[in-house]
């Protein structure tokens, strides 16, 4: 009665062992490839991180208590604002460009200034113009100056600075432009 039961042979058995091994070891492949996909991409931005709270600060200049800004025009329906201030780099490294996002009632302007570059150790006066694609920008509430470095094979990187974030009680205080005479060659 023990002569008609059927077994695998061992040639079929060593075949599929091989082949369940094979599909584990890709299945843990695909995995740790993710995973250090993941880890090296959590690394590079880490360093992003590292390089803007260390090697990055920008401070607003002022000169007796006063800060050196001013307001050049508030935007209408029909023209953009400005506003013009010196900015010194007290970091470590050069500053390539300047993102600058303007926050209204209406819209929100956000844009990158790629000819306001401003070296280490430098002092350098600087007008940004703002309006919104669509409606303008009305009723400033609040003014974001972030400094932008070059990232070296990563491109350019964004740091943000909350020192160089003004809000709308100290915008109405700031003084006009025509009314100074610190930002004429700027």
Known sequence: MMFFKRAVSPLIATVLLVMITVSIGAAVMVVIQNVAQDGIQSTVTQNELIKCGSDVSAEVLTVSSSYRICINAIPTATTAGNFTLFLENTGLKDISAWRVMVIGESGVYDASSQGLALSKGAIAGMRFSFNGTGPNVANVSTIR??????????????????????????????????????????
Do not use: K, Q, R
Not at 151 to 160: A, E, F, L, M, P
Not at 166 to 182: G, H, K, Y
């Open 145 to 186: 100056l972030a400094p932008e470095i070059d990232g070296g094979g990563s491109g350019t990187i964004t740091c943000i600075e909350p020192n160089l974030e003004f809000i709308s009680d100290s915008i109405e205080n700031w003084d006009l432009c025509s009314a100074v005479t610190w930002d004429n060659n700027i």
